[in-house]
């Protein structure tokens, strides 16, 4: 009996002291987790459900593939929501967000007007007996469609990958003849800079391509490659 009494009271302290170690290395990871999510300022700012509201201004230039000698201005408003949780691991762990663009400020100087033959720029897919001169377009443009993947393994810097698309309504066609609203398939790689917890100075490097996707004729389309900042408030 005193032996099963002692194997029972060993049993019973054995247990104890198990649950007692599983108790505190649940705690330790526990903390281990919220210190992480501290210390890493876009994985706590860019959590799912989050708002993302930024204002960005970018320009750039024309490349081969269409109306060449042209550039690019705008500005506008985002608003963005974060639609995961954080997937996969390492470097690449992130999140998606689902964003839509306001852009009232839109601007493109290039070779629209046309003038009498032999003086401007002759247009690729116009005949080259029509050439045009540099003109000023204005317009805005509204892009319903952008999704990006946020890489959030970083303490401070959250670099993203982000496709997207759009419409452009300007004062008169790009070029002479042609239409005044455009389509405005995009792709960007850039990076959120993170000042403080949910507040962020982005950079990117868009490609945007603008053309009528033949509603009209002629579609010269522009190539354009352009560069951005913008300022984000997360909420």
């Avoid at 002692?6 to 705690?27: C, E, I, R």
């Avoid at 509201?53 to 593939?65: D, E």
Wanted: hydrophobic content about 40%; charged content about 15%; aromatic content about 10%.
């Amino acid at each position: 009996m005193k032996v099963a009494a002692l194997v029972l009271l060993v049993s019973a302290f054995a247990l104890g002291q198990s649950s007692s170690d599983s108790s505190k290395s649940t705690a330790s990871d526990s903390s281990k987790r919220k210190i992480t999510v501290t210390e890493s300022l876009p994985a706590s700012s860019l959590s799912k459900g989050a708002w993302d509201f930024g204002v960005w201004g970018q320009g750039g230039h024309s490349v081969s593939g269409g109306i060449s000698n042209t550039s690019v201005g705008d500005a506008g408003f985002r608003i963005g929501k974060v639609l995961t949780e954080e997937h996969l691991s390492g470097w690449v762990r992130g999140n998606l967000e689902y964003a839509v663009d306001l852009i009232p400020l839109y601007i493109l100087s290039g070779p629209f007007q046309p003038v009498p033959t032999g003086v401007g720029t002759c247009v690729v897919g116009v005949k080259c007996g029509l050439r045009f001169a540099q003109q000023t377009a204005y317009g805005g443009a509204f892009n319903p469609f952008i999704v990006r993947w946020n890489f959030t393994s970083g303490k401070r810097l959250a670099p993203f990958l982000e496709l997207g698309g759009g419409v452009l309504f300007t004062n008169h066609d790009i070029p002479f003849g042609s239409s005044n609203v455009n389509f405005t398939p995009q792709a960007a790689v850039g990076l959120n800079i993170f000042t403080r917890k949910k507040r962020a100075v982005s950079l990117d490097f868009r490609y945007e391509h603008i053309s009528n996707a033949g509603l009209a004729k002629p579609n010269p389309g522009i190539n354009t490659i352009q560069g951005g900042i913008g300022y984000h408030w997360f909420k």
